[in-house]
């Protein structure tokens, strides 16, 4: 069994040194495995909803003159993604009727949560903000259950697809196709919104119902891969005698698995799993407030993040990635967490300029190298701490300690950029990156004396 990553060997001498580290061609070789491509499109359809009840909807919310602070109070329907572990257990074990007979444990879920989220979506293009927000919320809620229960069933699809030594590999191709897939929603949806409404001024519901009915259309890719693609083999497990086993092996043994792992440095890993991305995420409720705003167009916006974001995306990916494989994940998540954390200082400045196309250009290419560099560690770094046996619930767990804290402050954005301006909003969630970076220190501390 391939030895799990540790952060050990990155501050202290270990006795059995390991091989030496692998060249950059070796490194790169790895992303044009099958799996790494499957992983490349279902990173896509996990990756399509999350701006679409987030970013892109207060973009079309702001536009239809909903006030920040609502959008702001809206962005806790992310929240769902933040309890995922409390029905992860279920998608970890618990068979679909019919489907799983014919797909697998993990294929039935992944097509399954993947109809809800297109028919959420569906449900989204129906509704105009300014005449039914209440149906659109429940609809966008829908979308949000559902990839959520995508992110559970697909996160555990990647880590039992391959062993430790390419995880990391997985993590960047995934986290590409999921920076795609992001950019599609956002990007995307504001371009074909933009060609529909065409040269008419103002709001137009029409152009963002075609825009969100195209979204829906794209979980198709998703769809697709996972009819196309292997079941992965389960790790063996004992068969449960009767229900009180059963649900003991569900509940109970991911969770106590963890903690019996690593015991009192348990809380200090989930102290820091759940601060990584505070930064993007706060920011990231008011950025499309915030281009709305500015006077930035949905074309402007589309056309930046399309063609520089896309860019830096895919290097931001590959080379986070490639250095977690050559020089260790630990390395590569504290520079993730002090680029995050920086480019926050580039909206700031933004801020200061007004309408500025060439100065969104240079900071969203920043803010999505950072994005790239930062997500492809962190990925591996959550599926280094996983047991297979468990890695759907454990992996859970991780994601939705990860959404909590953060989810849970942005929905504060828009009451705290109506009352001190966005520069000062923006500034504010860079300062919220400072404890990452403690926690960081003291986890590779604690994890190299053997904790």
Known sequence: MTKPYSPDSELHPDPHPAPAPRSWMDSLRVYAEPTSLRMLALGFSAGLPLLLVLGTLSFWLREAGVNRATIGYLSWVGLVYAFKWAWSPLVDRLPLPWLTRRLGRRRSWLLFSQALIAAGLLGMAFFDPRQALQPLVWCALAVAFGSATQDIALDAYRIESADADRQAALAATYQTGYRLAMIWAGAGALWIAARVQGQAQGYAADAWSVAYAAMAASMLVGALTVLLSPEPTPPSMAKARNLREWLESTLVDPFADFIGRYRWHALLLLALIGVYRISDVVMGVMANSFYVDMGYTKDEVAAVSKIFGLIMTLVGGFVGGSMAIRWGVMRVLMLGAVL????????????TRGHDFTGLIW??????????????AFIAYLS?????RYSATQY????????????????????????????????TTALLGLPVLVLIVFAARVKARGA
């Not at 995050?340 to 801020?351: G, K, P, Q, V």
């Not at 900071?363 to 492809?376: E, Q, R, T």
């Not at 280094?384 to 297979?388: E, F």
């Open 396 to 427: 859970a767990l991780f994601s939705s300690m990860m959404m909590l804290a953060p989810k849970w402050i942005a929905g504060f954005s828009g009451v705290f950029v109506d009352r001190f301006g966005y520069e000062a909003f923006f500034h």
């Open 363 to 376: 900071v969203i290419s920043a803010d999505n190298l950072a994005g790239g560099i930062a997500s492809a």
């Open 340 to 351: 995050s954390a920086s480019t926050n200082i580039l909206f700031a400045w933004l801020a």
């Open 384 to 388: 280094s701490l996983t047991n297979v």
